[in-house]
């Protein structure tokens, strides 16, 4: 890490997403919701692996709660 051309851009960005998983985790939406990783533009077999790891750890995770509560008060005041 640090060796992005932008400076340190990737730097600051890691530390901004490991801000957001534990500010996740508090609420508890979970921080593995979220995750940066470090993909070259020509590595497109790394960026499919990270895909798929999203993608399991999504279906792992199942829906938001927050959204699912949301709707459970929408349907209440629709009755």
Same mark, same amino acid.
């Given at each position: 890490?640090? =060796?992005c051309h932008?400076?340190?851009g990737n730097l600051r960005a890691k530390e901004r997403v490991d801000y957001a998983k534990r500010? #996740? =985790?508090?609420?508890g939406l979970g921080g593995r919701r979220l995750e940066m990783f470090h993909i070259g533009a020509s590595d497109a077999p #790394?960026?499919?692996e990270a895909v798929e790891i999203m993608t399991e750890r999504a279906k792992e995770a199942g829906p938001n709660p927050f959204r #699912?509560?949301?709707?459970?008060g929408v349907k209440k005041t629709l009755r």
């Amino acid at each position: 890490m640090g =060796d992005c051309h932008f400076l340190e851009g990737n730097l600051r960005a890691k530390e901004r997403v490991d801000y957001a998983k534990r500010l #996740l =985790d508090e609420i508890g939406l979970g921080g593995r919701r979220l995750e940066m990783f470090h993909i070259g533009a020509s590595d497109a077999p #790394l960026f499919a692996e990270a895909v798929e790891i999203m993608t399991e750890r999504a279906k792992e995770a199942g829906p938001n709660p927050f959204r #699912l509560l949301s709707l459970k008060g929408v349907k209440k005041t629709l009755r």
